[in-house]
């Protein structure tokens, strides 16, 4: 084993590993609550949460993946590229908090003063997430040890405060001061965990010619990630708008049992992505290799994750979160096979910067969300969160796998997805013969 994929597979085992802690705390910190703030209570966290997830991407400016790419091309501009990229990143977390504040003032969508103040909250909250940029510099040197820990010991002791809260019936506003101080302290712990590792960010260093760069790179990012937020979020807050908080409360109950597996996929593709960009420059072949087997194997994960989740849906919801939720279930059993399409995004998303098709995920995306819209503004009124489930199936189908048909360029990644959308008929034939 070469020394490179010691320290991929070493890297990928830490972010494995955090994810799987992150996902059982998150999902036992979800099923207190759930018991606790009951449907109604439990889909206004969510309705809130989700408001602030949509001003997400005016954050991180589409800029993710590309500070990646640039510090493994360009090491040297090390100090140059992290004060540029944190300096923008807390420009348009700036500009998301205002957003938010906004509502909370005026209170446009919320349902009373608890709801203000829980809004305001977090929108001052989300503007130390501008410092999660910092992930990405441990992922250029893959070594994501130390975010790891960081963000463990920060999440683990969060949930216990979430525990406690929830087990002597806090109230909506106490819970959400907590996930705000999450939010909080997650962003102070990157900034320690880089000075310890590289030393304060150097803002003297910011270039803000080279930051119009990036943000003209990341330009379509940017909208794109404003799109896929919007098939991602947007269920919930139709959800509110055109039935009740209820529904909202146990749709969110399927949907954190079925996205909770998403980090799986991320996990591999941010740990490989660096690799990939070695091997597309000096083995295309190899290149081209390696994508059809990273995409095999999240297909696959993504099949039997679906496969079982199904078989076991119902006894889960009943288990885990109690009878006024099971209606939940059925909701499950459709939305865990979004993970299909997904899981293979995860991919396509990494792919998409390394051939420089950056616009391409603005267009999938894109449509993604228009087509959620569209069909839970139709589906909605009818089925009610089975109707929202069914939604972003579509919309995921459209947004991660049918779009890429559309144009030349991208029609490459979509023969890999195919491939491995074919691989339970063809397998003995690709890796047996």
Known sequence: MNPLLKKVLANTSWLASEKVITMAANLLVALLLARSLNPEGYGSLSYLLAIIALVGPLTSLGLNAIITRELVNQPERNDAIMATASGFRLLGAGVGTALCLILAVTGWGLSGAVDQWAMAMLALANLLTAFHVIEFW???????????????????LFSIAKIIAALSGAGLLLICGLFALEMACIGIGFMLIYRRAQGAIQWNELDASYGLQLLKQGFWLVLSGIAAVIYLKVDQVMLAQMVNREAVG???????????????????????????????????DRYQQRLQQICDVLFVAALVLAIGITLIATPLVRILFGQDYLPAAAILTIHIWGSVFIYMRALVSKWLIAEHLL????????????????????????????????????????????????????????????????????????YWR
């Open 138 to 156: 441990f992922q250029a040197h893959v070594a994501a040890k130390a975010v790891a820990r960081m963000r463990v010991s920060v999440i683990v």
């Open 359 to 430: 616009a391409f995920s603005l267009v999938s995306h894109g449509l993604g969300a228009l087509i959620n819209i569209a069909a839970n503004w139709y589906l909605i009124p009818l089925y009610g969160g089975i109707g929202a489930a069914w939604a972003t199936i579509l919309s995921y189908l459209v947004a991660s796998y049918i779009a890429f048909w559309f144009a030349s360029s991208t029609r490459p990644i979509a023969k890999v997805m195919t491939r491995s959308l074919l691989l339970p008929f063809t397998l003995g034939y690709r």
């Open 250 to 284: 146990v749709y969110a109950v399927a949907a954190r049992l079925s996205e909770v597996w998403y980090f799986f996929a991320t996990a591999i593709a941010i740990s490989l992505f660096p690799a990939l960009l070695k091997l597309k420059q000096t083995n295309p």
